[in-house]
């Protein structure tokens, strides 16, 4: 696949409301951040698949913001096995290991992956 | 070897910033007691922003041999940040000893307050400026507000304190120790005492991190004078030498919390309890503490014990940053390895008055790189035998 046409799968998945992600179909590694080849073997037979759309809290900070809410900014480990840089909204103090499902919000008129805690 | 070395600090330099080099180059030219027609090599880094504001400079390193009028033979622009700075020597050395150049001048600097000014870090330039990336992925990394690189260091924190039990506590007191360190140092710009209280109490920035655990960007440069010839300084030599280059975004790192320091310093392999002092990249008191684990002064995991165990202090059993580190002698042009280079070759000269190690035989210097710390270099000066 040409990288464009990776990004541009990934864009339909947004608007569709799902977390697309990477296989390699040569050494089965997974990722999030889009390559046409595989980090681990760089082999071109790659897919792109459909995550769940939960996870854990990896790693989360709260950022301070001059005159704006925080923002709770983490790494979320989804139990595909990929992690991803996201936001965590709609919740004051989210956990090392709290479990999260993908809520897609609107940011500069496209969908991008943000989540929220599950309950 | 290293025959000088100068450095010129301010919070903000009221001048250009080639100008501010060549009063720097003078000066570890002067000490080193070589001519500028000698120096027949450059090695340096760029970082976008720091000279004037530019966000690049087409043929860089040509650029500032015009200015200089040096002519070379061995050129190196390295770009891994503030970890550069220990590599150059190396480079440098290694150049020297194959015959390509006689004498090399090591460059590190530029100005960080035109982009202060701007609100904004080096390594969120690209919010600034278009056409800039800091990722091949920007269009989904870029789009959450981060603020780089506070917040991926940040995330390391929280993430040592979750799987460690380290506390807010353990990391003052790096700052707490360095700025003792810092007190008698006269390159520093902060030098009242400082608690344990006083770092808690400094704003939260990105959570853990507060703010007298970040480092403050000033201008200024560090020049370094490598050469094959005789030098009036002590004859030191590189004990011990490792680079590691990570590849990760880092969240698909197997674990962030370690970084590639653990790599660099195997391969230098140096036998720590003959180390008198550490000078570790200190961009925030967490890349102390990561260091000192991934060096092995420390299991991983176990620098909060380590920390309440021994006196990092410049008189105390494991020296660490013993000028204050650039936390407190400012970070120039967003880059601290010029800081902890200069402090290493003050401490082994004997020149560091005030904040002296006694009869310091062997230096080790951790430098981490990048905004997502994927490199790292080791690097031991010490006596030559």
């Known amino acids: 696949m040409k990288l464009q046409d990776i990004e541009e799968e990934y864009r339909k998945r947004f608007s569709v409301e799902t977390l697309p992600y990477m296989k390699c179909r040569k050494c089965s590694h997974v990722f999030y951040y889009p390559r046409n080849v595989c980090p681990k073997c760089l082999s071109e037979n790659l897919e792109v698949s459909e995550s769940s759309g939960i996870g854990r809290v990896y790693s989360i900070t709260k950022i301070a913001r001059k005159d704006m809410e925080p923002v709770n900014y983490a790494i979320i480990e989804m139990d595909e096995g990929f992690r991803l840089y996201s936001v965590i909204v709609g919740c004051n103090d989210p956990r090392i290991g709290m479990k999260v499902k993908l809520k897609m919000q609107e940011v500069n008129g496209s969908k991008f992956p943000f989540f929220e805690q599950q309950i | ?385």
């Open chain 2, 1 to 385: 070897m290293i025959a000088g070395f100068a450095s010129r600090i301010y919070k903000k330099y009221d001048g250009n910033s080639l100008e501010l080099l060549a009063g720097t180059v003078n000066e570890a030219l002067e000490m080193a007691k070589i001519e500028p027609q000698m120096v027949d090599g450059l090695i340096t880094t760029f970082l976008p922003g720091v000279f004037d504001g530019n966000i690049y400079m087409h043929f860089f390193t040509n650029q500032l041999r015009q200015y200089l009028g040096l002519r070379a033979k061995h050129i190196d622009l390295l770009d891994f940040g503030g970890a550069s700075a220990l590599a150059m020597i190396y480079r440098a050395e290694k150049s020297i000893a194959g015959g390509e150049a006689s004498t090399v001048l090591c460059i590190i600097g530029g100005k960080a307050s035109p982009v202060r000014a701007r609100g904004i870090t080096v390594d969120s330039i690209d919010r600034a400026y278009d056409s800039v990336s800091i990722t091949p992925f920007d269009w989904l990394f870029r789009v959450y507000n981060d603020l780089n690189p506070v917040t991926d260091y940040a995330l390391v924190a929280a993430r040592h304190k979750s799987l460690y039990g380290t506390s807010d506590e353990t990391r003052a007191k790096i700052a707490v120790q360095q700025r003792y360190n810092a007190r008698n140092n006269n390159r520093a710009i902060f030098r009242n005492s400082l608690s344990v209280e006083d770092v808690l109490a400094s704003p939260v920035i990105s959570d853990p991190l507060h703010l007298l655990e970040i480092v403050y960007p000033v201008d200024g440069f560090h020049v370094f004078v490598v050469t094959s010839r005789q030098t009036q300084l002590r004859d030191i030599e590189i004990k011990a030498y490792g680079e590691a280059h990570w590849a990760e975004m880092p969240p698909e790192l197997p674990e962030i919390t370690v970084t590639p320091a653990s790599e660099s310093s195997k391969i230098a392999g140096f036998e720590l309890s003959k180390v008198d002092a550490f000078e570790l990249y200190d961009s925030f008191t967490i890349t102390v503490m990561l260091q000192l684990e991934d060096i092995g002064l420390a299991q991983k995991g176990k620098a909060a014990s380590f920390i309440e165990g021994h006196d990092l202090r410049y008189h105390g059993d494991v020296p660490i940053n013993t000028g204050g580190g650039s936390l407190n002698v400012g970070q120039p042009a967003y880059m601290s390895g010029g800081v902890i280079l200069e402090e290493a070759l003050l401490q082994l000269n004997e020149m560091a008055g005030g904040h002296q190690v006694d009869k310091p035989k062997n230096v080790l210097l951790n430098g981490i790189g990048g905004w997502n710390r994927s490199h790292s270099v080791t690097l031991v000066l010490g006596e030559k035998n």
